[in-house]
């Protein structure tokens, strides 16, 4: 079974403090997505990345995909109250009966304080 | 682009009674959709894959006659809660397979079972 576990589960900061948060797996991804979820709404994409060692940066949030395939990270510089959220990572795993399904990470809850 | 919607966004019913819920993608086709349930301050849990002209695929411990999933067209993907149970009250999310094996949520939706 695939699973996508992230770290850490929490995380309170100051505002202008850098964060990093980590999603691992013992199992190759073809891809990752990170995505965003505010209260009271569904997940917002953030980016994908597809190939072993790429980094993307959007703005202040730079992503990383591991050489393997079987990790990712985010990083928030000078994180902003606006970044507050839960922060899941996600792939493409498979399924029963060849059934296509999604995998999504434990999710990291990040607050953001003023 | 890769806009999905969801109707209701909240919802209110009394026990016994049944629920559905739209799950639209806006600007593209979508041959497979998923439904997702989300407890408070928990990650999103699978609950089924929704396949355009077939039967749906539920995960395992989701009972298929309680959560009727119809995917009459490529943009339209319904969620049916039959005689719904306070313990159904959740948060629906439905998501939409985009290219490069994206997926799109939904805004979700709120259910409430007295």
């Known amino acids: 079974t695939q699973l996508l576990e992230q770290s850490p589960q929490f995380l309170s900061i100051q505002e202008g403090e850098n964060l990093t948060v980590y999603c691992n797996s013992s199992?190759?991804?073809?891809?990752l997505q990170w995505y965003r979820q505010e209260p009271g709404e569904g997940p917002v994409l953030l980016v994908t990345?597809?190939?072993?060692?790429e980094v993307k940066k959007l703005k202040r949030l730079t992503f990383q995909f591991g050489d393997a395939r079987k990790d990712s990270s985010l990083h928030i510089t000078a994180a902003q109250p606006g970044d507050t959220g839960l922060y899941l990572c996600a792939g493409p795993g498979g399924g029963t009966s060849g059934t296509y399904k999604y995998i999504f990470g434990t999710g990291t809850r990040l607050k953001v304080l003023a | 682009g890769a806009v999905v919607s969801q109707h209701p966004s909240w919802v209110i019913c009394k026990s016994g009674t049944s629920v559905k819920i739209e799950c639209r993608s806006l600007?593209?086709?979508?041959?497979?959709m998923f439904w997702y349930r989300q407890f408070p301050k928990q990650s999103l849990m699978l609950m089924a894959t929704?396949?355009?002209?077939?039967?749906?695929?539920?995960e395992q411990g989701v009972e298929k006659d309680k959560f009727l999933i119809n995917h009459a067209s490529l943009t339209l993907s319904t969620l049916t809660v039959t005689s719904a149970h306070p313990e159904d009250s959740s948060f629906y999310i439905c998501?939409?397979?985009?290219?490069?094996?994206?997926?799109?949520f939904g805004p979700g939706t709120r259910l409430l079972v007295l």
């Open positions: 600007d593209f086709q979508a041959t497979t």
């Open positions: 199992s190759v991804f073809s891809s």
């Open positions: 929704s396949n355009e002209g077939s039967k749906a695929t539920y």
């Open positions: 990345v597809v190939t072993g060692g």
């Open positions: 998501s939409a397979e985009g290219q490069g094996e994206t997926q799109y």
